[in-house]
């Protein structure tokens, strides 16, 4: 009877402790879920998706839109050259290009720069709009939206997006794109007119009479466009510029 409280507490004392197995078991448990964790951890992942970066349909459909457009713009400046009763030759001669060149061009072989296809308005007397065949805006409405306008880009990253093109007054107002090494034409060219420049980035270049000139945000350029002269971007970010051209209506 006496031993009795002393064997009860005794058989408290071990149903209260773990048992052997589920001790053993813990230390177990814990390497393999630190296992599992290190796993996570040094698991390669799968790299991040660029948001808004180019796939490689838009890149195919961006090619064949432009290609489409470059051809167009052959087609039309072949009829207008037609139309002046000028010869290849001819507008090579006003141009300094050459007639192989334009021939190319014509044809939509080869993708025309900013520079040349201005050049060559200007020898056939139109405007870059002409090319595009923009709706202009009706004389009631002040304002011509940027996404509605009409764009170039060249083959070589130049975009060339016409704002306003006022023939009464002999005024064309564009915003040209410049990607990271692009230029508007391979060398210094010459039309008609006067041009003002007003830089929108930091990092422009331009060429006039083989004198180069650096311009920052807010910078402003102008010459006469019959002086041989060249807009580039020699940097690493896009930089865009504000044109206005003046001829004489």
């Not at 037609?82 to 014509?106: C, D, F, N, Q, Y």
Request: glycine share 8%; proline share 8%.
């Amino acid at each position: 009877m006496g031993d009795k409280p002393g064997k009860d507490m005794l058989e408290r004392r071990k149903a209260s402790m773990p048992k052997a197995g589920a001790a053993k078991a813990s230390p177990k448990a814990a390497k393999t879920a630190a296992r599992a964790a290190k796993a996570k951890r040094i698991a390669p992942k799968e790299p991040a998706k660029r948001p808004g970066s180019p796939t490689r349909q838009w890149r195919k459909e961006c090619r064949a839109a432009t290609s489409e457009t470059i051809a167009a713009i052959g087609a039309r400046l072949r009829a207008l050259r037609i139309a002046k009763g000028l010869t290849l030759s001819a507008v090579a001669e006003r141009t300094g290009l050459s007639p192989s060149m334009l021939s190319l061009l014509e044809r939509g072989r080869t993708g025309p720069s900013i520079g040349t296809l201005v050049a060559i308005c200007s020898v056939l007397g139109v405007e870059m709009s002409d090319l595009l065949g923009p709706v202009e805006a009706s004389p009631a409405d002040p304002v011509s939206r940027f996404a509605s306008r009409p764009a170039i880009t060249t083959a070589d990253g130049v975009q060339h997006r016409i704002l306003k093109a006022d023939r009464l007054r002999g005024i064309e107002i564009v915003i040209d794109e410049y990607s990271p090494g692009s230029a508007s034409a391979p060398h210094p060219l010459v039309h008609d007119g006067y041009e003002f420049g007003i830089a929108l980035d930091n990092g422009l270049e331009v060429t006039v009479n083989g004198e180069v000139h650096r311009l920052a945000a807010g910078d402003l350029v102008a010459y006469h466009s019959s002086e041989p002269h060249r807009v580039a971007n020699p940097g690493r970010k896009q930089v865009r510029a504000l044109w206005v051209l003046v001829r004489k209506p």
